[in-house]
């Protein structure tokens, strides 16, 4: 999967710059808080991933809404999400009119209460 062809290539390159912020951080106090870069979606479901960062093998991190009611941050694979095949053949989408309005945290906050990513 061409990760640049499904993200485009500023989102794929602030998730990568991101990432290489973020690695020496992990696990201190200095954690950044990243605005969500960009909102993928099943189009035939409500499975939806806000994305922070992402290395250079297609792991990102992200708030991951897979429409149970209980939307979680975690790593998530973006060859394992380009696998999903749907109706007619269509798979996951950016949502390309979308921008960030607040912090990973506030929109995993939020969506906990929802019981949804609302976005």
């Known amino acids: 999967m061409d990760l640049v062809a ?4 500023a989102a794929a390159q602030q998730l990568i ?7 020496p951080l992990k696990g201190t106090r200095q954690e950044r808080d990243f605005e969500p870069v960009c909102k993928l979606f099943l189009p ?3 499975g939806t991933w806000l994305l922070t960062e992402m290395d250079d093998d297609g792991l990102a991190f992200g708030l991951a809404d897979l429409g ?7 790593y998530i694979s973006l060859d394992e999400i380009w696998e999903v095949v749907g109706p007619g053949g269509l798979r996951v989408e950016p949502d390309i009119d979308w921008s960030a309005e607040k912090t990973l945290s506030q ?3 939020e969506s906990r209460l929802l019981g949804y ?3």
């Not at 499904?6 to 290539?9: D, E, N, S, T």
């Not at 710059?17 to 690695?23: A, G, P």
């Not at 149970?68 to 975690?74: D, I, K, R």
């Open 117 to 119: 990513i609302r976005a």
């Open 6 to 9: 499904l993200l485009g290539p």
């Open 68 to 74: 149970m009611g209980t939307p979680e941050m975690g």
């Open 107 to 109: 929109y995993a906050t």
């Open 17 to 23: 710059l991101n990432h290489n912020e973020q690695l």
């Open 44 to 46: 035939w479901t409500s």
